[in-house]
């Protein structure tokens, strides 16, 4: 198994390799709508909105957490779950940067 590298590569970059791999699964960008849709931190409300396993669900969070995306606090036996936002608004600024790179050029390829 090859080694990836990282250290190549700028902190941004890094960093938005991780965020992006971290959405990268319908399931989280599902659970990233509902937690906005919310506006406000989701307790347990997203196995009866998905209609997906307490387990799938709690990885899938987890994945969100560990990328710091997420945060979560702990509110009597369950945990609550909202947006980071710095780190959302961080990623946000980094996505259109990374966009606004690149010129529409008509008549390329």
Not at 64 to 86: D, F, H, M, R, W
């Amino acid at each position: 198994m090859g080694l990836t590298k990282t250290e190549i590569f700028t902190e941004e970059q890094n960093a938005l390799a991780i965020a992006l791999k971290a959405m990268a699964h319908p399931a989280r960008i599902a659970i990233l709508q509902q937690i906005i849709k919310a506006n406000a931190c989701i307790c347990g409300d997203l196995v009866d909105e998905l209609g997906l396993a307490q387990a799938t669900i709690s990885q899938h969070l987890k994945e969100l957490k560990n990328a710091g995306i997420i945060q979560g606090t702990i509110e009597g036996v369950s945990v609550c779950y909202c947006i980071n936002p710095e780190v959302w608004s961080a990623l946000q600024k980094q996505l259109s940067g990374f966009f606004n790179t690149y010129n529409l050029k008509p008549n390329c390829c």
